[in-house]
């Protein structure tokens, strides 16, 4: 047995009584479980497999290649707010298919984890604007996963950077200084203003607030979008209801 504070990424139904679920857990990392009953009306887990909420779990780990098997779930917390804001409520969703997508079985983020809890508090908050907000945390996250962009540094020599004259290189790993553009086949153009912006994107803390423009957030958020394309794969789903 044991015991995880999770969070509901992913659920689908598998029997006429029954639910598998995906969670997003402090303890284990990411989890898939069968909830035998989850699907009853009144059952020992209620509304805490619903999508985006944050529950106390009991599982019973399975070998190698079978689905846990969760024994209990109780509600500890719920983000009233993203129903009442369409762009943060998709952000979210976003949050959770990048954590279904990006991470491994049982291989524990404890920061992430606190950084998604962190970023779904926050969403559809007011004056809490979501571009950035989603940014900061899609930064921590390939941050995390040894995916980062290089930022304060050219990420093809290491050297510091000029400030202009600047570009960003999603098979590059980052932004790239003047002298190592021309190695670079794939590039685009970044100007000091969204390079400042995504410094601050970056940086632990709530310095994400202090993105405002709204040109530099659509600006970011292309990039973003091209540089998560490019190192998952493939288009992650969610992105073309994403907002700046």
Known sequence: MERATALVIHGTDFSETSRIVTLWTKELGKVRALAKGGRRLKSNFDVALDLLTVCGIV???????????????????????????????????????????????????????????????????????????????????????????????????????????????????????????????????LNEATWQALLKLQKPGDAWREVHDSQLRGEVRQLLNHYVTYQLGRRPRLLPYLGS
């Open 59 to 189: 599982l019973l780990r399975k070998s190698s290649g079978s689905l846990d098997l969760l024994t209990e779930a109780r509600v500890e917390e719920r983000f009233p707010a993203l129903r009442q804001d369409l762009s943060a409520l998709y952000a979210a969703y976003y949050v959770a298919e990048l954590l279904g997508d990006w991470t491994q079985d049982y291989d524990p983020h404890p920061i992430l984890f606190d950084e998604a809890l962190a970023t779904l508090r926050n969403l559809g908050q007011p004056g809490v604007i979501t571009g950035p907000c989603l940014a900061h945390f899609e930064l921590v996250l390939l941050r995390e996963l040894g995916y980062g962009p290089a930022l304060d540094y050219c990420a093809d020599c290491d050297e510091e950077l000029p400030g202009q004259g600047l570009a960003f290189s999603a098979a590059g790993g980052g932004v790239v200084c003047p002298k190592c553009q021309p190695k670079q086949r794939e590039k685009r153009v």
